[in-house]
């Protein structure tokens, strides 16, 4: 038996949670590889031993981001982003740039892309209203983890990075062109 096309405005709610779980997926991948960029530079380097031990306890709070994201994907079928590949090079490039730029340039990349994160969470559980509690619950809470690693960051001293308002600027631009881009592809 053929099923006919959905109504307009049918679905919508499905399709906006799996468009959300597909971005936040890839944006939890991104993390995980920028992180992994980092440490791959200050682990190599003793004298950046503080830095990856701090980056280390981070990037252990993403990587359980993206294991709920994966199980998320898996359990209510959602495609995830083709970008895949494209992020986990972009990700890891930007982590270990920054890290070759030193500890603060490091971590004011950090504040960069966790101020995006803390905002598209922000409007996305507001988008979200009552409609998928579960998935609103699993933002909402990830969102808390991502300010508390926007303020170590701070802390370590991101903002006192050389060039930290043109490099902050970059980084946010090219975080919201992913979410952009991994929100559809």
Same mark, same amino acid.
């Given at each position: 038996?053929?099923?006919s096309?959905?109504?307009?405005?049918?679905?919508?709610?499905?399709?906006?949670?799996?468009?959300?779980?597909?971005?936040?997926?890839?944006?939890?991948?991104?993390?995980?590889?920028?992180?992994? /960029?980092?440490? %791959? $530079?200050?682990?190599?380097? +003793?004298?950046? *031993?503080?830095? @990856?031990?701090?980056? #280390?306890?981070? !990037?252990?709070?993403?990587?359980?981001?993206?294991?709920?994201?994966?199980r998320?994907?898996?359990?209510?079928?959602v495609?995830?982003?083709?970008?895949?590949?494209?992020?986990?090079?972009a990700?890891? /490039?930007?982590g %270990? $740039?920054?890290?070759?730029? +030193?500890?603060? *340039?490091?971590? @004011?990349?950090?504040? #960069?892309?966790? !101020?995006?994160?803390?905002?598209?969470?922000?409007?996305?559980?507001?988008?979200?209203?009552?409609?998928?509690?579960?998935?609103?619950?699993?933002?909402?809470?990830?969102?808390?983890?991502?300010?508390?690693?926007?303020?170590?960051?701070?802390?370590?001293?991101?903002r006192? *990075?050389?060039?930290?308002?043109?490099?902050?600027?970059?980084?946010?631009?090219?975080?919201?062109?992913?979410?952009?881009?991994?929100?559809?592809?």
């Open positions: 038996m053929r099923q096309p959905p109504m307009p405005g049918e679905g919508v709610a499905e399709r906006m949670s799996d468009e959300m779980i597909r971005v936040d997926h890839a944006g939890e991948y991104g993390a995980v590889q920028i992180y992994r /960029g980092q440490l %791959a $530079v200050f682990e190599r380097v +003793g004298a950046h *031993a503080h830095a @990856a031990r701090v980056i #280390a306890e981070m !990037e252990a709070g993403e990587q359980a981001h993206l294991r709920t994201f994966d998320m994907i898996a359990e209510r079928g495609r995830p982003t083709l970008m895949a590949p494209v992020w986990r090079v990700g890891f /490039g930007l %270990a $740039v920054t890290a070759l730029m +030193g500890e603060r *340039a490091a971590h @004011a990349c950090t504040e #960069a892309v966790e !101020e995006v994160i803390e905002d598209h969470y922000a409007r996305q559980s507001e988008r979200l209203g009552r409609r998928d509690p579960e998935l609103r619950d699993v933002i909402d809470r990830f969102r808390e983890d991502e300010i508390e690693h926007k303020q170590t960051a701070i802390d370590q001293g991101a006192e *990075a050389p060039g930290y308002s043109v490099l902050s600027a970059i980084v946010k631009i090219g975080c919201r062109a992913a979410i952009r881009i991994s929100e559809k592809i």
